[in-house]
């Protein structure tokens, strides 16, 4: 029988970030460094640790903003942001570390964005039957959500099935990336189609179903009741090349090397000492630090 208790995919840079530009700015290890970051993801975890009692968690982490694969598709890719300050990136690594310590398998590719390795390990998931939770902010990762499963923006308590994502989103999860490629993704660096936002957008691939068949149809548009309708043919026809590109790059790859094979998604008991190591050099106190080895002893006690 399909195991009806979710497996949870965690986006972890976009809860790092968030405590990078929310968290205090006075938390410091004792050389001085920030650690205001990996202070809030390390308080993120123990909510969700706390909320969702889960014994089956996979953290994801960006490693590749530069050097994505998307990156030799379009250069200009993400190219509106401002590389990481280097007091972000060693909180990154520890973040990695704090998950990994704490018992949760952690992955990170530097060809592979975590989007990416989330839609390996939800591909997995599928393989064995079992529902997954997606806990992201990201609409991007929304795509992956099918008949049993949810994506949910954990900061904002926002949590959406396959309904729910349309009626938030306007469009299927499966429409996701076509959606898209037409409006643009101004947080990716990725072009839209001039003069298409999101109403339009939703409206196209609620009647053509896919970007492919919006193209393959532009003759049905001027009949359409769309504002402007008669002068999308053209608009379309003109950036067909870079709707497809887009697609390439709104798109999750699913085939990632390294989660071929059985990638692991059970917590375990994780490594005390490392644990206690790393909180140590990081000055964290009593109490978070018991409600990070609360957490890590109970990894193996099944869900209620």
Known sequence: MPESRPVYLVDASVYIFRAWFSMPDQFADSAGRPTNAVYGFARFLCELLEQTRGTHIAVAFDESLTSSFRNEIYPAYKANREPAPEALRQQFAWCKDLARH?????????????????????GH???????????????DLAQL????????????????????????????????????????DPVDNIPGVPGIGPKTAGALLAHFGTLDQLFERLDEIPFLKLRG????????????????LALRLTRLADDV?????????QRDGGNEDALDALLDGLGFGRPLRERLHRQRATASIPEA
């Open 229 to 244: 309708a008669r002068t999308l043919p053209a608009k379309l026809k003109a950036h067909e090349a870079e709707a497809r």
């Open 102 to 122: 704490a018992g949760l398998p952690v992955y990170a590719d530097d060809r592979f964005e975590a989007d990416d390795l989330i839609a390996c390990l939800a």
């Open 125 to 139: 998931c599928r393989t064995q039957q079992r529902t997954f939770c997606v806990v992201s902010g990201d609409k």
């Open 257 to 265: 090397e390294q989660l071929r094979d059985a990638p692991r998604i």
């Open 145 to 184: 959500i099918g008949e049993r499963d949810s994506w949910w923006d954990f900061a904002r308590r926002r949590r959406l099935d396959q309904a729910g994502v349309l009626a938030h989103f306007g469009v299927r999860p499966d429409q996701i990336a076509d959606f898209l490629a037409l409006t643009g």
